[in-house]
């Protein structure tokens, strides 16, 4: 599988963005999906992630909890992260990424496969 990630950029306090994950492959829908975030000068931290369960459950990170939403396109092979009301602190370059398997997944080790980032930078 392989991963696009796309749609960072500069954005003021309490605006949005939408990230888009494009994957290639077959069987995408076969794969978790998860975005991840990696601040400056900090450690990659798990954002959201989404099952292939039925119905899809997601689980989502304390911080961005009520604001940021993950979701799948199977038609487009697309997960998408819409981000609102962001914040300074949610600047970051953005990973999306795939886990063999149709639960979530929160530990970076449980992904294989890794798109590049995309800069997202809220200023105040």
């Known amino acids: 599988v392989q991963l696009q990630a796309s749609g960072g950029g500069l954005v003021q306090a309490g605006g949005s963005l939408r990230l888009s994950c494009a994957a290639s492959?077959?069987?995408?829908?076969?794969?978790?999906m998860g975005w991840f975030r990696q601040p400056p000068g900090r450690e990659r931290e798990l954002v959201a992630t989404?099952?292939?369960?039925?119905?899809?459950?997601?689980y989502y990170a304390d911080p961005v909890k009520g604001r940021f939403t993950i979701s799948s396109d199977n038609a487009k092979n697309t997960v998408y992260l819409q981000m609102d009301s962001l914040k300074p602190e949610d600047t970051a370059v953005y990973f999306c990424?795939?886990?063999?398997?149709?639960?979530?997944?929160?530990?970076?080790?449980?992904?294989?496969?890794w798109g590049q980032g995309t800069q997202v930078t809220v200023s105040s």
């Open positions: 989404i099952s292939r369960n039925s119905g899809g459950s997601t």
């Open positions: 990424a795939a886990a063999s398997g149709t639960s979530w997944y929160c530990r970076i080790a449980e992904y294989d496969y």
């Open positions: 492959g077959r069987t995408f829908e076969t794969y978790a």
